[in-house]
């Protein structure tokens, strides 16, 4: 890239007028170190990501099942995130996390501050369905103690918590942000009881079909209300 270009020494000429020019596409929602460890992952998924014009990687991270397979405060868990991540990807990478109980809404402004960490996410399946299967299941897939509970209740506390936060830090107001996966667990719940009894569905349609538009329009509309 230079100013003042001449277009005849190009075999190929673009109109770039009144567009955006990125030196690679960002991709704001990676599932890194989920599957397979995270400094083989790092690898893996970002070398793919740069054969394919993705040069920057937000990460989502959390503690619980999956991942590194532990609880407790992200001031425990992050170094070791930041330390298997170290020299193993491709792109550029930085990382967003999810509240799992009051001890990580507590630490979101020293994840702001110490961590650099400025983007949050709320999965709202997690409460009664989802990757765990049955709610009574939560604690153990989660790792949170038995006083805690991932519902709405809890996605309140850490919406306040964003909010509490942008206040403690006015000059971040607009890198600080909170996305919410929008499912309504008892639905999910109900429907996928529903498809599972229904043989004639199978593969990708009864995963659609045990996730009903609704069940996203009401998790939207929760938030805002």
Known sequence: MEPNLDPDSSDEVYDGANKLAFPGLVDA???????NPLDQDAIIESRAAAMG????SLNY??????YLNKGGPYKDFMPEVFSLS?????????????PMDQTHIKEIPSLIEDFGVTSFKIFMFYGGHGLHGASSSQHEFLMINEDEKYD???????????EKAIGMYPDKKDDISLSLHCETAEIMAAYTKMVQADDSLSGLKAYSASRPPHSEGLAIFMPLT
């Open 61 to 66: 991270m959390r503690t619980g099942g999956y």
């Open 53 to 56: 014009g993705v040069t920057s």
């Open 29 to 35: 929602h990676m599932h890194t170190g989920i599957y």
């Open 152 to 162: 709405i209740a809890h996605f309140e506390f850490v919406m306040r918590g964003i």
């Open 86 to 98: 170290e020299n193993n990807f491709f792109v550029d990478y930085a990382y967003h996390l999810a």
